[in-house]
């Protein structure tokens, strides 16, 4: 890991430890806690856990998400536990639906990443009502959460800022740069935008910001071609883009107007780190799964089986509705072209093969993973 990923490095550290440190200190007993102690009776490990995932456009959530956390509460539980699972394709009514189905089958325990944060707030509140504790899963959701595990967010938006600005170097006022930025309904996408504005304001000229519907790419790509004809090809120096798959319908857009500028990006999804090989996409945020459905996992058993969530949950975290909720926040780290093989590769998140197909052959060649 150079110089530039250890200080990177360092710096999620700190501020991931910040923030636990900073709620200790004013720590009053959690929702999680007493949620957890309210429990009926403490199960066994034969205990039954919901998991809802928001959509399926993003690789990582049928890949990496639904198989691990599924691999941890089978550890967890010797085998005995049961995880049902549904996924909303990107639809908050359905997945309101599906909160309700998983009451009426009456799971011990609730794992949700919600499509929209605010339009769940009344299914977490049903959960609640009806005994059962939910788990807050990469986006914090409205209601009456239990417990919280995620990545530290703006954090994530400081790191595509600073990425940003590092491949602009001296250029970085010399045109405009594009911020394409998540969807309204999802909170995190609202904590990677203030993250990565409090790095980039009033060191770039931001020409168009836009707020992508429901985070797809085409409408990332729609967007980028907007800017373009608004801007015009010459006046664009660099994008922000707050995830890997917006980053594909944009490179999509600037290669059509023959632009080739720093597009950044976040989940290190196998497209994403093949296009950083390619030179197409300056670098991603890499996001190490495991840990944060391990936790999830953790603190949906230990929810279920009556225990507390103290050895788990080191952090406390604030929702709109809620306060003080019991968390996990996992660090995260800058991926780019020189550290690809030192991360997502000795994670085991990839393999050399899967990375280095025939189109990306020279490139794997060049940065040493061939």
């Known amino acids: ?103 009426t089958n009456k799971v011990d325990v609730l794992i949700v990443d919600a499509v929209d944060a605010a339009a769940i707030k009344s299914s977490v509140q049903k959960a609640k009502d009806a005994g059962i504790p939910v788990v807050a899963y990469d986006r914090l959701a409205q ?99 707050a995830n890997d798959g917006m980053a594909g319908g944009i490179i999509t857009a600037l290669k059509a107007a023959g632009i080739k500028v720093p597009v950044t990006g976040q989940d290190a999804e196998l497209a994403g780190v093949q296009r950083i090989l390619a030179g197409e996409q300056f670098m991603s945020v890499y996001k190490p799964y495991a840990p944060e459905a391990d936790a999830a996992a953790e603190l949906a058993v230990a929810l279920a089986q009556g225990k507390s969530l103290d050895t788990v949950a080191k952090d406390k975290v604030d929702s709109p509705t809620d306060k003080q909720i019991p968390s996990l926040l996992v660090p995260v780290t800058s991926l780019t072209a020189e550290n690809i093989k030192d991360t997502v590769v000795k994670d085991g998140l990839y393999t050399v093969n899967d990375i280095c197909t025939p189109a990306y052959a020279a490139a794997c060649k060049k940065a040493g993973l061939q």
């Open 143 to 241: 209601g009456p959460i239990s417990a919280y595990t995620s990545f530290d967010n703006k954090t994530v938006g400081k790191t595509q800022g600073e990425a940003l600005l590092g491949a602009l170097g001296s250029k970085a006022k010399d045109g405009k740069i594009v911020m394409m930025n998540g969807s309204v309904t999802d909170p995190n996408a609202a904590q990677f935008k203030a993250g990565a504005h409090e790095v980039l304001d009033g060191k770039v000229n931001v020409g168009k910001e836009y707020d992508t519907k429901e985070w797809k790419p085409e409408n990332a790509n729609a967007n980028m071609e907007a800017a373009i004809s608004a801007l015009g090809k010459k006046n664009i120096i660099g994008v922000y883009s």
């Open 1 to 103: 890991m150079n110089t530039q990923m250890r200080r990177a490095a360092v710096a999620v550290a700190a501020g991931a430890m910040a923030v636990s440190l900073a709620a200790c200190g004013s720590a009053k007993e959690s929702n999680g806690d007493s949620d957890s102690s309210a429990s009926s009776a403490k199960k066994g490990d034969a205990i039954k856990v919901g998991l809802l995932l928001p959509e399926n456009q993003t690789a990582r959530y049928e890949k990496f998400d639904k198989p691990l956390i599924e691999k941890k509460v089978q550890e967890l539980t010797n085998g005995k536990g049961e995880v049902v699972y549904a996924n909303a394709k990107q639809d908050a009514s359905t997945q309101n639906q599906q909160v309700d189905t998983m009451i």
